[in-house]
């Protein structure tokens, strides 16, 4: 049996550069979430997962012990996601999760300001 060898450096970039086009492509949370399930096993998906909710935790300054007692991982994968906590791509990410915990904190209070100026 032939054993797999390092792809042509070309080759490489082209792949990455079609993955994330078609990332970038995707138009909704159900589409993205078919092709991640498409794409990846259920480990890898989970990992994946994990290393953002972990850069989310340390973003709001939970501590490593919090962090690995939710998500049940190692403090070296803690360290890692920490690392690049400052690179732009998680920036990137976190701040859509703080946008998305945003509009559902203000969705809650004007839903329930609405609900006591209909009982009035």
Known sequence: MRKAGKVNATIEAQTYKILYQVMANTKNE???EQLLHSLLTEVELQALSKRLAIAVFLDKGQSYERIKDILKVSS???AGVSENLNKHGLQIA???VKAEEWADM???RLSRALEKLIKT
């Open 76 to 78: 070296a994968t803690i």
């Open 106 to 108: 203000w969705s809650i």
């Open 30 to 32: 159900i589409d993205m």
């Open 94 to 96: 976190l701040q859509q």
